[in-house]
């Protein structure tokens, strides 16, 4: 069975820069209407994960995050995280290189 969660290769050599900069890093795909398909990546330290939010996988050791709800609409779905141009005001660390991440759905049925 294919991973949960998956990088890729452009969303694995961000998350290495990124890593190098800024230290131990974690993704979270929140289910909030504003948020959408963009999984924030954030600094270990600048986010606890709550009690409804479950651990999905890890991208290249970095774990990946979302909550109960949106793991179960998931159901047999994988999560591959691309790299797209964007200028976003995120929270998300990559947002300021012009750049965010972004969660695409893949059936693995």
């Given at each position: ?10 969303a694995a050599a961000l998350l ?78 990559e947002a300021a290189e012009g ?11």
């Open positions: 069975m294919p991973a949960p969660v998956a990088a890729s290769s452009a290495g820069r990124l890593r190098q900069r800024h230290g131990p890093l974690l993704f979270h795909l929140s289910s909030g209407c504003c948020d959408g398909t963009a999984p924030l990546c954030l600094r270990q330290s600048d986010f606890h994960p709550g009690a409804s939010d479950v651990l999905l996988g890890q991208l290249e050791g970095v774990p990946f995050y979302t909550s109960r709800w949106q793991a179960q609409l998931l159901g047999d779905a994988s999560l591959l995280i691309d790299v797209v141009e964007s200028q976003s005001d995120s929270f998300s660390l750049i965010r991440f972004i969660a695409r759905t893949v059936e693995t049925r």
